[in-house]
């Protein structure tokens, strides 16, 4: 039957687990299990836990797949991540790491031949397959299949299976989209097929007659029939289609929907989908469990799911099919991203690991027992440091398939995880009589939100030196005297130390930061570009398949019916990037451009914000753009970075100071945020930053220690629009209501003159101003990042200064007394 008559039986499943895990969460059940497992729980700075359960195995970054030799006998990891690339053998039986092999470039390609012999593995941007021996418990590199020539040559082999009785490799590829037909013989391309979008897996069917192909960026499953060597069907499914297992006996594909939430169940005599499963914890739930792998047990009858932002495994009855009913979830590590089972076990990769394994010994605020006005002791920092990008350090789980009472209790545990429930998405936390409405649709003074983005700074590299905040001041590289507005901001309104970025870097931080959400494309691609392995940036509108479902916070305004206007953001070229942003845009702000002032771009803002005032067109809803805050390092010519950060400080300032002085200044709001914090150090945790708040209704002199998140800033913006949540994450965050107050202060904001010369120029030539020249700032990150932040260190403390690493915080800062009894 249709997705119109599963899913309602998938959700009275899901709402029986619900009322379950509400019931012994309200009530004294004695579960001495949940109490273990719940005391181990690792709290995430985006306001999520994580309670791992199985046994576990350390992996490197980002692992992506996960594949089992034919025999059983072994496993393989592929690891695709910013720092390290590698394929990990297994031996599954004694859960041990056998070998770990280094590779230049990989990607989610994995697949064994038939009798455990060889290993086939993505190359990546390399645009090659490598072949691996395997022999005495080790890999070895023999030979290797090319595509193409390496990048930037686009193809970008994905995933890839093998047809020993053809003596057949079959590889499907991202950037050119196409099927290439390769001979493991001659290792030589036989055939090349287009594809109508990008890919990401492909199957064979037990029968070897067919090849299921899952089109990443086309909602469909592209099916090439062998014999006649053509594609004969397409078969329409949801977004993002990645991951598939296939029945043995070849009449049904399961497929996972990473930008939905959802799992297809595809009849493959008819080729149309049978039945839909939801994998979410609530029914109708927006976008935010992202599933991105699927496996099926030996018999056939359970249905493993594994969703990457939900951090658990959905576990479905499958036995009778057009009937599958939702069993309970099993609590992961942070983001798994593959799952395979073998007899009575489970073996889940995590991708981004247990968090706490990246700092064992760093910031456990949760355990400090620390006054909020204090904060954690610094002096009890310590341990592993890297470039965030490089945090990624993932882990195997191994969990034995649980009996039901036990799946209970996991359930239980996942639920307890999860901060969004579904009251949430129409009524948040908030006070009577604030501002800021606890029901999405309920009126609010304020009419104008004006919402700025800048790139890439911590806590403590700008505000480091407030001694009324929980910063470090020898972490502070643009004090008082360089951002002299910021500082005034956080002083004359909201001070917020504990507000932090839900992103990683800017690739996936302008998604967070437009639409509280990444798909499976953006946290499964930017790493490799980041690395320095090829690829291009695709996350600000440029490419469909990184767009969220629904959308981004235009999107949702245009559908609300509230007007809106955008300056320089999703803007490329003084063109719109995105269909909604067209005819709301203003052509005369510039988008990202280090070469460009952002006094200039406050100044455009300007004359086009007098004009709409003047005819009563103000939208509700401004959106801006000033980035000038990345630097462009050391690189001789260009504006030093302390120049780059007070231009960037004085346009805001100017920004806030002008609206101050309008006569909409009274119903306005101004929200300012990095997209992310990956540029430097932070004595908390990298994913710290700051933030700002100014209005009529906000607070004056007040210092915020409540934890907060991108997410959170945007679901405060939703509430004022009357916008319901765009994904999980804002349905779950915390709104900053905390941060305004019933009776109105329109007293003016003044913009204070930086004490640095705006116009000073890097002169020196040095290791530092080489190393920037070589650079390509046109986009955000198009550099290895860890490098830049130390140049940039450097150009400011001095060249052999040496910068302290950022901090990896395991868990966040306590919350509030009252926070926590409302938990």
Not at 303 to 332: H, M, Q, W
Request: glycine share 8%; net charge neutral.
């Amino acid at each position: 039957m249709k997705r119109i008559f599963t899913i309602p039986l998938t959700f009275i499943a899901l709402s029986l687990i619900w009322l379950g895990c509400k019931r012994n969460a309200t009530t004294q059940i004695s579960d001495p299990l949940y109490t273990q497992l719940k005391g181990k729980s690792v709290h995430l700075p985006n306001g999520w836990s994580l309670t791992p359960v199985g046994r576990s195995l350390d992996l490197d970054d980002l692992p992506l797949n996960l594949v089992v030799s034919p025999s059983q006998k072994y496993l393989a990891v592929t690891n695709n991540g910013q720092a390290i690339q590698s394929i990990t053998l297994i031996d599954a039986k004694n859960e041990t790491i056998l070998d770990s092999q280094p590779i230049a470039k990989a990607y989610v390609g994995l697949s064994f031949n038939h009798d455990d012999t060889r290993l086939y593995a993505s190359g990546g941007n390399d645009n090659r397959i490598i072949v691996y021996s395997v022999a005495d418990k080790k890999l070895q590199k023999t030979d290797s299949i090319v595509l193409g020539k390496p990048w930037p040559n686009k193809i970008s082999p994905t995933g890839l299976v093998v047809d020993e009785g053809q003596e057949r490799l079959y590889v499907v590829t991202k950037e050119d989209s196409s099927l290439y037909i390769c001979s493991t013989t001659t290792k030589k391309v036989l055939k090349k097929v287009k594809l109508k979008a990008e890919a990401y897996g492909c199957v064979l069917s037990p029968t070897q007659q067919e090849l299921y192909i899952s089109l990443w960026g086309g909602a469909a499953i592209a099916v090439y029939d062998l014999k006649s060597g053509r594609l004969s069907h397409h078969i329409p499914t949801d977004k993002n289609p990645n991951d598939m297992v296939v029945t043995k006996d070849g009449k049904y594909l399961y497929v996972a929907h990473g930008n939905d939430n959802t799992v297809s169940v595809i009849d493959l005599h008819h080729k149309k989908i049978a039945e839909t499963l939801t994998t979410s914890l609530y029914p109708e739930a927006p976008v935010g469990s992202t599933p991105n792998a699927v496996a099926l047990n030996a018999e056939e009858d359970v249905l493993y799911i594994a969703n990457a932002d939900n951090n658990c495994l959905a576990v479905f009855d499958i036995s009778e099919k057009g009937r599958s009913r939702s069993i309970g979830f099993i609590p992961t590590g942070w983001y798994p991203t593959a799952v395979k089972t073998i007899g009575n076990r489970l073996f889940v990769t995590n991708g981004k690991g247990f968090s706490s394994k990246a700092n064992p010994k760093g910031p456990n605020p949760s355990l400090a027992k620390v006054p909020m006005d204090k904060g954690p002791n610094p002096q009890a920092y310590t341990g592993r440091e890297e470039y965030i990008g490089g945090l990624f350090k993932g882990t195997l789980s191994i969990i034995d398939r649980p009996d039901q009472a036990t799946m209970d209790t996991y359930s239980r545990l996942v639920y307890s995880n999860t901060p969004y429930t579904k009251s949430k998405e129409l009524k948040a936390e908030g006070e009577k009589g604030n501002p800021i409405p606890m029901e999405v649709g309920a009126s609010s003074p304020i009419k104008h939100v004006f919402y700025i983005v800048k790139e890439n700074r911590t806590y403590d590299q700008v505000l480091g030196d407030m001694k009324e905040g929980n910063g470090d001041p020898s972490l502070c590289l643009f004090p008082e005297k360089v951002t002299p507005n910021q500082h005034a901001l956080a002083r004359e309104f909201v001070l917020l130390d504990n507000f932090y970025v839900d992103a990683e870097v800017s690739a996936d931080g302008h998604n967070w930061s437009s639409a509280a959400y990444a798909n499976d494309y953006v946290e499964k691609s930017w790493v490799t570009s980041y690395g320095g392995r090829g690829g291009t940036y695709d996350y600000e509108g440029s490419r469909e398949i990184a767009h969220p479902r629904d959308g981004f916070i235009w999107d949702h305004c245009k559908r609300a019916g509230i007007s809106y206007r955008t300056y320089g953001w999703f803007v490329a070229g003084e063109k719109a990037t995105i269909a909604s942003l067209n005819e709301h845009y203003a052509p005369s702000f510039k988008g990202y451009n280090l070469g460009y002032m952002d006094i200039d771009r406050q100044k455009a803002w300007e004359a086009d914000f007098d004009s709409l005032l003047a005819v009563g067109a103000v939208p509700a809803l401004t959106t801006v753009r000033f980035g000038n805050d990345h630097t462009s390092g050391a690189s001789v010519g260009k504006p030093t970075p302390y120049a780059a950060v007070a231009d960037n400080d004085l346009a805001v300032g100017r920004f806030v100071e002008h609206l101050s002085k309008s006569k909409i200044w009274k119903e306005s709001v101004v929200f300012i945020l990095e997209d992310d914090a990956q540029n430097g150090p932070d004595h908390v945790d990298a994913h710290r930053s700051i933030a700002f708040v100014a209005g009529g209704y906000v607070k004056r002199n007040f210092v915020d220690h409540t934890m907060y998140s991108t997410s959170g800033m945007l679901r405060t913006i939703e509430l004022i629009l009357g916008l319901k949540p765009m994904s999980q994450y804002d349905a779950a965050a915390r709104p900053m209501w905390r941060c305004f107050q019933a009776t109105p202060n329109t007293t003016p904001f003044e913009a204070k003159e930086p004490g640095v010369d705006l116009y000073q120029k890097n002169v020196a030539v040095n290791k530092n101003s080489k190393r920037s020249d070589s650079f390509d700032l046109s986009q955000p990150d198009a550099i290895d990042d860890y490098v830049f932040s130390e140049i940039v260190w450097q150009t400011v403390k001095g060249e052999n200064s040496v910068m302290p690493a950022p901090r990896r915080g395991a868990f966040v800062r306590l919350e509030q007394k009252d926070e926590e009894d409302d938990d």
